[in-house]
């Protein structure tokens, strides 16, 4: 019970440090003040779940982030997925996982799009 308190403590402290973010601040991160709070609610092995789902379909980290736009856009989707158990089932299976079988991830097209042809 004692974690589930200090967790939250710790998500209120995030928020208000989110809603005090100047303009200025929400510029240089590339990010609205909607989506800083809406990354705040996300789980939060977001990052992890991208680019080790990116590498399955072939997709390096480094390109997962070369661009900011996409790269939010991909963690917000992410984040918004039902499919978290399936995408842990396929997580698990790492190297071993078959990209074309995986139809229930959002980001699939994105994957696709990104992915050196022939991989």
């Known amino acids: 019970m004692f974690d589930r308190i200090r967790s939250l403590l710790h998500r209120l402290h995030q928020v208000s440090e989110a809603e005090a973010l100047t303009d200025r601040d929400l510029e240089d991160l590339g990010m609205t003040r909607a989506q800083v709070l809406d990354f705040l609610r996300m789980p939060q092995d977001i990052t ?63 994957f696709l799009a990104l992915a050196p042809h022939g991989a």
């Open 48 to 110: 992890e779940r991208v680019t080790a789902m990116g590498a399955i379909f072939g997709v390096p980290e480094t390109e997962l982030k070369r661009n900011h736009a996409q790269w939010v856009e991909l963690l917000t989707v992410c984040g918004h997925c039902a499919e978290r158990g399936a995408c842990a089932r396929v997580l698990d299976m790492g190297d071993m996982a078959d990209p074309a079988a995986i139809d229930f991830c959002s980001n699939r097209a994105s």
